[in-house]
C-alpha cells in the first residue's frame, strides 16, 4: 500500500506564489510516474501536470504552462508543484497521485486546499 501526503496549500494573493509538496510512503515495487489534479467547487477534477520517474519528462495543462513547475527528489520519495503568478480560477482542492502502470493512477492523496484570492 502506497500513502500520499500533500502540504503547503493555503490562501494567497493573486499574483503570488505556493509550493505544494506530496510526500510517497508504503511499498511502491516499480518505477512511479507523479501527479497533480484539481477540483474546484462545482468542478470535475482535471489534470494539472505530471513528471515521470527520471524526470526527464514532464506534463502540464494548458492553463499552467508557464506558470507551474513540477519536480520531484526521488531520495525524498516527494514531488512538489511551484505554482506562480497564481490566479483566481486556480483555486481548487489539488491532489497528488501517483500509477505505477502506463495509464491509471492507482494511488492518491488527500488533497489540500488552494485558495487564490483577489
Known amino acids: 500500500q502506497v500513502q500520499l501526503v500533500e502540504s503547503g496549500g493555503g490562501l494567497v494573493q493573486a499574483g503570488g506564489s505556493l509550493r505544494l509538496s506530496c510526500a510517497a510512503s508504503?511499498?511502491?515495487?516499480?518505477?512511479?510516474?507523479m501527479g497533480w489534479f484539481r477540483q474546484a467547487p462545482g468542478k470535475e477534477r482535471e489534470f494539472v501536470a505530471a513528471?515521470?520517474?527520471?524526470?526527464?519528462?514532464?506534463y502540464y495543462a494548458d492553463s499552467v504552462k508557464g506558470r507551474f513547475t513540477i519536480s520531484r527528489d526521488n531520495a525524498k520519495n516527494t514531488v512538489y508543484l511551484q505554482m506562480n503568478s497564481l490566479k483566481l480560477e486556480d483555486t481548487a482542492v489539488y491532489y497528488c497521485?501517483?500509477?505505477?502502470?502506463?495509464?491509471?493512477?492507482?494511488?492518491w492523496g488527500q488533497g489540500t486546499q488552494v485558495t487564490v484570492s483577489s
Open positions: 508504503g511499498r511502491i515495487f516499480s518505477p512511479y510516474t
Open positions: 497521485a501517483a500509477r505505477d502502470n502506463p495509464t491509471k493512477y492507482n494511488y
Open positions: 513528471i515521470n520517474w527520471s524526470a526527464d519528462t514532464t
